[in-house]
């Protein structure tokens, strides 16, 4: 019998993460690398703003904008001035913590070109409701 293969669409078989939310992990480690930010802390820190409305990690302030029944919409700022907004599915909130294993992320930023992309995380969307 054949082994199916992933092609990279909809969500993964067994724990894994879809390939929406594995993006989403990807880019909260990569502010957590860009701020000096411990990845299990960054993560602690949307938990408690979701549960709280608005938390602390190092330089960064993070508020919870926005609730609904399936995500929470985030707003990272720094000293007053935007980083970056956007949603995160309930499910993610609710695990242990996702980004625990800081060297694996670390790993797989480690391309310069996504070191490059640092810069870029000024890109503010808007909430989509």
Same mark, same amino acid.
């Given at each position: 019998m054949r082994k199916r293969v992933s092609r990279g669409r909809g969500r993964p078989r067994g724990k894994q993460h879809s390939s929406a939310d594995f993006r989403l992990l990807q880019y909260l480690a990569l502010v957590s690398i860009k701020y000096g930010i411990d990845a299990h802390d960054f993560y602690d820190g949307f938990v408690e703003a979701?549960?709280?409305g608005e938390s602390t990690c190092g330089s960064? +302030?993070?508020e919870c =904008? =926005?609730?609904t029944r399936d995500k929470a919409i985030f707003l990272l700022t720094n000293r007053r001035k935007v980083v970056a907004q956007f +949603?995160?599915?309930k499910h993610i909130l609710e695990e +242990?913590?996702?980004l625990k294993e800081s060297t694996h992320w670390q790993s797989v930023l480690s391309s310069r070109d996504q070191i490059r992309s640092l810069s870029d995380?000024?890109?503010l969307r808007?909430?989509?409701a």
């Open positions: 979701w549960k709280r960064l +302030s993070i =904008r =926005r609730q +949603s995160i599915p +242990s913590n996702p995380l000024k890109y808007p909430a989509q």
